[in-house]
């Protein structure tokens, strides 16, 4: 779950980690009376979900009130990178005298958190890494170590940290690991991190990524839910609670459960020469009411020519997956593109035989998972919306 930068900073200041001083708003006005309050420069920054916000305008100083709600009203309703600006950050100009750049990460293909710095703050770190690695230090971490101050030394001396700044930025970067994993992040950036004129570390911007599997542990987490960001389609399989739910831009549906079974679904589909529409995971478990969620979700995207429902049966019995299947058809007042069922597991053969007892227009069934994409491409190739 990314968070917009001034929830990342609420999860930084809960731990001690100095951050400016400002508040959200969502309309001019509001960016006004902030500014009042804080009566000297502010900053009015865009809050989406994306990098990039200072090239494409999104982030501006304002001198006075007045100022702060012109460019708040420049600000709002901007598109970045696709994401519509609908809340700015009011903020008190930072005193910058030097900027840094600090993260810890997950780095799932060496088993480790990952923490890096550099001198090079306020840039794209991605051009940094490519362009100077030299001024970019890459720790890893042992999970069951935990921070050192060893670590924290590499981190300092490998992205050229000045000397002066050492003991201000080190403590800076032991409060950022401590809120990466008491926090339950995947990432936790600061860039740039600044010092003050007065030599203090202060967080200037947050890119914070929450992990979402940790969420039964942070009921706080429920308000950065932002539904309404979502495509409409994404937004009704969260509310749904449809697992893992990706639109693509084929016209294949595919339902699967379990993320393996899922992505070989779509690569065996692309592998008979279609395109799918959609990446749905309905994980284990799945009944006859989430099917049908399922289908109904799918089948709203109008793309969508043909349905692929790939389902093996562990813990999930595929005698609930074909009732839902003909639930779902039948609320939503028949088939609207054919339907191909590929049901292997528990109680497979129990689903097979409700299915072809029912016999449904539209609905076929297919022994294997090659089978059943293959004619799954053949009828998006030539089936019509009903």
């Not at 420069?41 to 990039?52: D, E, F, L, P």
């Not at 429920?222 to 016209?251: C, H, I, M, V, W």
Request: net charge neutral; proline share 4%.
């Amino acid at each position: 779950m990314d968070l917009l930068e001034y929830q990342g900073k609420e999860i930084f200041r809960s731990f001690g980690i100095p951050v400016p001083e400002g508040k959200p708003a969502k309309s001019p006005k509001r960016a006004r009376e902030i500014a009042e309050k804080f009566g000297s420069t502010v900053v009015i920054k865009a809050q989406v979900r994306v990098g990039g916000r200072g090239k494409a305008g999104g982030v501006k100083l304002a001198k006075d009130p007045a100022e702060a709600e012109q460019v708040a009203s420049q600000i709002l309703g901007m598109d970045i990178k696709g994401h519509t600006v609908r809340e700015v950050l009011v903020e008190k100009a930072g005193d910058i005298a030097q900027e840094f750049y600090a993260s810890f990460m997950l780095d799932r293909g060496a088993k480790a958190y990952l923490g890096m710095c550099s001198v090079k703050g306020g840039v794209d770190i991605e051009t940094v890494a490519a362009e100077e690695p030299d001024y970019l230090a890459k720790v890893h971490i042992d999970p069951l170590v935990g921070l050192q101050q060893s670590h924290i030394r590499r981190m300092l001396f490998g992205g050229k940290i000045p000397a002066a700044a050492h003991k201000e930025v080190g403590a800076l970067l032991a409060l950022l690991f401590r809120a990466f994993v008491d926090g339950d992040c995947d990432l936790a950036e600061v860039n740039p991190l600044i010092i003050t004129g007065d030599g203090k570390a202060v967080a200037l911007d947050a890119k914070v990524s929450l992990e979402e599997n940790a969420a039964f542990r942070h009921p706080e987490w429920a308000k950065y839910k932002d539904l309404k960001s979502l495509p409409k389609q994404e937004r009704t399989a969260k509310e749904l609670g449809l697992g893992n739910f990706l639109a693509l831009e084929g016209n294949v549906g595919v339902i699967g459960n379990g993320a393996g079974l899922t992505m070989s679904t779509l690569d065996v589909v692309a592998n008979f020469g279609g395109a799918p529409a959609n990446f749905l995971d309905i994980g284990g478990g799945a009944n006859a009411e989430v099917m049908a969620n399922a289908i109904g979700v799918i089948l709203s995207d109008r793309k969508v020519r043909s349905l692929l429902v790939n389902i093996f049966g562990g813990i999930t019995r595929c005698d609930e997956v074909a009732r839902g299947i003909l639930a779902a058809i039948e609320t939503l007042g028949g088939a609207k593109v054919p339907i191909v069922v590929r049901l292997d597991g528990t109680n497979a053969d129990e689903g097979r035989t409700i299915l072809r007892q029912a016999a449904p227009p539209k609905v076929e069934t297919a022994e294997t998972m090659n089978e059943a994409a293959q004619r799954a491409v053949a009828l998006a190739g030539k089936g019509r919306r009903s």
